[in-house]
Each structure stands twice: as structure tokens, then as C-alpha cells.
């Protein structure tokens, strides 16, 4: 049985303690961005030169398997967290950005795989662009899926994006009220 460490209530710390619990945590976040961008830039995707349409649902897969990776672990850090309201805005704000970053390296492949996929070719920041201009339901429209194999994968996109933000936010949340009610029941019986 995994050991749970003590947890505390956010609105029961003392200012000191909060103030203490925030900075921490916004470092945290700051880190853990830092480090993501930089993956997304290193990543490489020069490897992926078929334009087989199979191959794209593939890397899509891998995609989606990362991001519920990295959903998992955050689920298990907010219920493990010390102070399970604060990680879960932290689980939050990095779910959301692994999300985009993946996107991001979906399209970039493609278009590295066959440029004529997009109405130009995209370099990171161009499918940096594309994926958040996307995620946020903007769609500025400079930059448009121009098979129906890319706009198929940005429709996927559009409609899961819909949908992740309220429910990365519900699972976290959720997951700080089990860890303070766990905390709350080991405590009972101690």
C-alpha cells in the first residue's frame, strides 16, 4: 500500500504558508513549461517521410497515448499532493499545454511528411500557431488543412479541445477532493 504524505486544505494554511504553497507551485509550473517547450523544439520529426495516410492515424495514436500519460500522472500527483487544490491547477495548466505541444508535433510531422497538407509548409512555430489558433477556436485562417486527412485530424482536434480543458479541470479537482477526503479518513482513524 502506497503511504499517502499529509495533506492540508489550502484556505486552512496561514498567509505565510500560502504565499509559500503559491510561489512553489507557479515555479513548478514555470519548470515544467520551460522544460515542455523546450522538448517540443527539440523533438526530432525529419524521421517521418511517407505520405502514407496510415501512418498519420498512427502518429495521431501516439499522440493521444501521451497526452493520457500524462494525464495519468497528473491525476496521481494532485491525489498524492500535499496540497491537492494547488496541484491540481498546476495538473491543469500543464495537461493543457502537453495537449497543444502534442497537437503541435502532429501537424508539424505531417506537414514535414508532405507540405502540401497545410496551404504552406509549417515549421514549429508555425504548428505551434496552428494548434492554439485551433485549440482556442480562432482559426485565424492564414494557415488551413488542405487534404481531407488534415482536416479530418484538426475536426478530431477541434472537438476534443472542446472538451479537454472542462474536463482536465473536473479530473484534477476531483482527484484534490479524494486526496484531502483520504487524508481526512487516515486521519480519522489514527
Not at 79 to 92: G, K, L
Not at 163 to 190: C, D, P, Q, W, Y
Request: proline residues 3%; charged residues 15%.
Amino acid at each position: 500500500m502506497v503511504r499517502k504524505t499529509s495533506q492540508t486544505d489550502f484556505m486552512k494554511l496561514d498567509d505565510a504558508s500560502r504565499l509559500h504553497v503559491a510561489l512553489v507551485a507557479i515555479l513548478r509550473i514555470l519548470l515544467i513549461l520551460a522544460g515542455s517547450f523546450l522538448l517540443y523544439f527539440l523533438i526530432p520529426v525529419d524521421g517521418f517521410n511517407e505520405k502514407n495516410p496510415l501512418a498519420a492515424w498512427i502518429r495521431l495514436s501516439v499522440v493521444v497515448l501521451a497526452f493520457l500519460a500524462v494525464l495519468a500522472l497528473q491525476v496521481r500527483l494532485v491525489i498524492f499532493a500535499s496540497v491537492p487544490q494547488v496541484r491540481a491547477v498546476e495538473a491543469v495548466v500543464e495537461s493543457v499545454v502537453a495537449f497543444v505541444l502534442l497537437f503541435a508535433l502532429l501537424y508539424l510531422s505531417i506537414s514535414t511528411s508532405d507540405p502540401s497538407m497545410f496551404s504552406e509548409p509549417l515549421n514549429r512555430i508555425d504548428a505551434l500557431y496552428f494548434t492554439a489558433s485551433t485549440f482556442s477556436t480562432v482559426g485565424f485562417g492564414d494557415i488551413v488543412a488542405t487534404s481531407s486527412l488534415t482536416r479530418g485530424l484538426v475536426s478530431l482536434q477541434m472537438i476534443a479541445g472542446l472538451g479537454v480543458l472542462g474536463m482536465i479541470a473536473k479530473l484534477a479537482f476531483r482527484a484534490a477532493k479524494h486526496g484531502l477526503n483520504s487524508a481526512g479518513r487516515g486521519a480519522e482513524t489514527a
